[in-house]
């Protein structure tokens, strides 16, 4: 898997299985859950998902997406809460309770069994559903949004609960109750132009419960009917934040005594939906093969993300663990991306060539098999068209199996970028469109911004920056971008492209982490 090199997810410790666990995997529309725990327990859990993905689109009047399975959440329940923080290399202390990764080649989310917070309210349910708000509010709505808006969201769709025969949404964020009752308040314009600091769970915790107040009070006071979705608007127009915030909800002093009124309301309205009316679908559950358990602390390693240095551990670990699977293609995929990743590329083309061999429609496998042509071709550095000819080949193969898998459309985009030549009006419309399938992906947007700024296309590069300097889970990628917006618009296209210039690698930006505040 091609991933950004967060700092957050420095692996360091492994933990092994015990010998008697039995991995599964459950399988349904939205979601690929892989778990250690009984079948009954996955089953009701992947029910719950989806009947909080049908709540999201029955309230939203989203319809059902026809996107490839490539694009469903890949979630890794971990054992504890102590297994998700070693497997992102952050300290004990720290709080993690889950993180989520934003990959082109799927999304994937890691959560513990339990938090121990379930008193709560804070399970994995809550941890995964906030993660997945983030998911459904990118692919559902072509919109930008400000990060108190993307936080506050998630936030209120998060706290969804299923109770017998319905399921709520808007119900109070308990979680977040000793950030908003026992830490002094955001103020309201700090909290509408600011995004989160990540430096103190303390800080986080203050930002997400106003942040969720604030959207729970614009979507349920009648008061302020209509007034959110005239802000969005505004913003999305063009208009400054805080103007834009000014118009459609008026004082801004008069907003924040409001919100603090709400707060301490004795009751919250909320809205309620019968699950018998949330068709899912068909949830299927099986028994991972032996090779796939034996290979699956690889897989959830390289889908954390490595660097260097902790991509040498993981292929050490992969091919003895792939070692008594040759014929097996998920095994034997997993040991081409732990190569791939650890820069050993004619070992990862062997693996791809023995996944294929196994099974000739393994679209990761016949993606990798491009990739590592790719960068063959690249690092020979030589005038060879026959040679891209063949890397884009086996994208191409990918792609007509698969024609709404977005990775080999981005790496069919990306091909031409590499042997620096002219993109076709194919090669672009791959990029745009593995662009509207994996939105998500900070990379791929940045790199087609950049596109489009070259190409005199600079409102639409201007609109793509603009979502990335919205983004809150991405310090200096945001940065970044909001230094090449003002440069844009006060200089020109070539004071944007200059901000690029000689400037550290932004791949290891970090994503966004759940953290806890006990209330």
Same mark, same amino acid.
């Given at each position: 898997?091609?991933?950004?090199?967060?700092?957050?997810?420095?692996? @360091?410790?492994?933990?092994?299985?015990?010998? &008697?666990?039995?991995?599964?995997?459950?399988?349904?529309?939205?979601?690929?859950?892989?778990?250690?725990?009984? /079948?009954?327990?996955?089953?009701?859990?992947?029910?719950?998902?989806? $009947?909080?993905?049908?709540?999201?689109? %029955?309230?939203?009047?989203?319809?059902?997406?026809?996107?490839?399975?490539?694009?469903?959440?890949?979630?890794?329940?971990?054992?504890?809460?102590?297994?998700?923080?070693?497997?992102?290399? !952050?300290?004990?202390?720290?709080?993690?309770?889950?993180?989520?990764?934003?990959?082109?080649?799927?999304?994937?989310?890691?959560?513990?069994?339990?938090?121990?917070?379930?008193?709560?309210?804070?399970?994995? $349910?809550?941890?995964?559903?906030?993660?997945?708000?983030?998911?459904?509010?990118?692919?559902?709505? !072509?919109?930008?949004?400000?990060? &108190?808006?993307?936080?506050?969201?998630?936030?209120?769709?998060?706290?969804?609960?299923?109770?017998?025969?319905?399921?709520?949404?808007?119900?109070? /964020? $308990?979680?977040?109750?000793?950030?908003?009752?026992?830490?002094?308040?955001?103020?309201?314009?700090?909290?509408?132009?600011?995004?989160?600091?990540?430096? @103190?769970?303390?800080?986080?915790?203050?930002?997400?419960?106003?942040?969720?107040?604030? %959207?729970?009070?614009?979507?349920?006071?009648?008061?302020?009917?209509? $007034?959110?979705?005239?802000?969005?608007?505004?913003?999305?127009?063009?208009?400054?934040?805080?103007? /834009? !915030?000014?118009?459609?909800?008026?004082?801004?002093?008069?907003?924040?005594?409001?919100?603090?009124?709400?707060?301490?309301?004795?009751?919250?309205?909320?809205?309620?939906?019968?699950?018998?009316?949330?068709?899912?679908?068909?949830?299927?559950?099986?028994?991972?093969?032996?090779?796939?358990?034996?290979?699956? =602390?690889?897989?959830?390693?390289?889908? !954390?993300?490595?660097?260097?240095?902790?991509?040498?551990?993981?292929?050490?670990?992969?091919?003895?663990?792939?070692?008594?699977?040759?014929?097996?293609?998920?095994?034997?995929?997993?040991? @081409?991306? *732990?190569?791939?990743?650890?820069?050993?590329?004619?070992?990862?083309?062997?693996?791809?060539? +023995?996944?294929?061999?196994?099974?000739?429609? *393994? %679209?990761?496998?016949?993606?990798?098999?491009?990739?590592?042509?790719?960068?063959?071709? /690249?690092?020979?550095?030589?005038?060879?068209?026959?040679?891209?000819?063949?890397?884009?080949?086996?994208?191409? @193969?990918?792609?007509?199996?698969?024609?709404?898998?977005?990775?080999?459309?981005?790496?069919?985009?990306?091909?031409?970028?590499?042997?620096?030549?002219?993109?076709?009006?194919?090669?672009?419309?791959?990029?745009?469109?593995?662009?509207?399938?994996?939105?998500?992906?900070?990379?791929? +947007?940045?790199?087609?911004?950049?596109?489009?700024?070259?190409?005199?296309?600079?409102?639409?590069? +201007?609109?793509?920056?603009? &979502?990335?300097?919205? =983004?809150?889970?991405?310090?200096?990628?945001?940065?970044?971008?909001?230094?090449?917006?003002?440069?844009?618009?006060?200089?020109?296209?070539?004071?944007?492209?200059?901000?690029?210039?000689?400037?550290? =690698?932004?791949?290891?930006?970090?994503?966004?982490?759940?953290?806890?505040?006990?209330?």
């Amino acid at each position: 898997m091609r991933k950004c090199l967060y700092s957050l997810l420095l692996m @360091t410790l492994v933990f092994a299985s015990p010998a &008697w666990a039995t991995w599964r995997e459950v399988s349904s529309k939205h979601f690929v859950i892989y778990s250690e725990e009984n /079948a009954r327990s996955m089953q009701e859990f992947a029910t719950s998902l989806e $009947q909080y993905d049908k709540g999201l689109r %029955v309230l939203f009047n989203i319809p059902e997406d026809t996107d490839s399975h490539a694009s469903r959440v890949i979630v890794f329940v971990l054992p504890s809460e102590d297994a998700v923080r070693r497997l992102a290399g !952050a300290k004990g202390g720290s709080g993690l309770s889950g993180f989520y990764q934003n990959w082109t080649g799927g999304p994937a989310a890691f959560v513990p069994r339990s938090t121990g917070d379930e008193e709560f309210g804070y399970g994995k $349910q809550l941890v995964l559903q906030h993660e997945y708000a983030h998911h459904f509010m990118y692919r559902s709505f !072509a919109a930008v949004f400000p990060a &108190w808006f993307t936080e506050g969201f998630a936030e209120f769709a998060s706290t969804a609960e299923r109770k017998r025969d319905a399921i709520g949404f808007g119900l109070p /964020a $308990q979680h977040r109750a000793y950030g908003l009752l026992e830490m002094t308040p955001l103020p309201i314009e700090k909290l509408l132009t600011s995004t989160p600091d990540w430096n @103190t769970p303390e800080a986080t915790d203050r930002f997400y419960g106003r942040s969720w107040l604030l %959207v729970h009070y614009l979507t349920m006071e009648r008061s302020r009917a209509g $007034q959110l979705d005239t802000y969005l608007q505004k913003l999305n127009s063009g208009e400054d934040n805080l103007a /834009a !915030a000014r118009a459609a909800f008026g004082d801004l002093k008069q907003l924040d005594k409001g919100l603090n009124a709400y707060l301490h309301q004795p009751t919250l309205r909320y809205f309620g939906l019968s699950t018998s009316k949330l068709p899912i679908g068909k949830i299927e559950v099986r028994e991972l093969g032996a090779g796939e358990a034996a290979i699956m =602390d690889v897989r959830m390693r390289s889908k !954390a993300g490595v660097n260097k240095e902790t991509a040498a551990q993981v292929v050490a670990m992969a091919r003895k663990a792939a070692a008594p699977f040759p014929n097996d293609p998920a095994v034997q995929t997993a040991l @081409t991306e *732990a190569e791939y990743d650890a820069g050993n590329y004619a070992e990862a083309e062997a693996a791809a060539d +023995r996944a294929i061999a196994a099974d000739p429609k *393994a %679209v990761d496998a016949l993606t990798y098999k491009g990739e590592v042509r790719m960068e063959q071709a /690249a690092l020979a550095d030589k005038d060879d068209p026959q040679s891209w000819k063949d890397v884009r080949k086996w994208f191409l @193969t990918a792609n007509r199996i698969d024609n709404e898998d977005p990775e080999p459309l981005a790496f069919f985009f990306l091909s031409f970028l590499r042997e620096g030549i002219e993109l076709t009006p194919n090669a672009l419309a791959a990029g745009e469109h593995a662009l509207d399938l994996a939105p998500q992906d900070v990379g791929l +947007r940045m790199t087609v911004a950049q596109y489009l700024l070259r190409h005199d296309k600079a409102p639409e590069a +201007r609109r793509m920056l603009l &979502w990335l300097a919205s =983004d809150p889970h991405h310090d200096r990628l945001r940065q970044r971008a909001s230094a090449m917006i003002a440069a844009l618009d006060s200089k020109g296209t070539e004071a944007a492209l200059a901000q690029l210039q000689g400037k550290e =690698d932004l791949s290891d930006d970090e994503g966004e982490s759940e953290t806890k505040k006990k209330p």
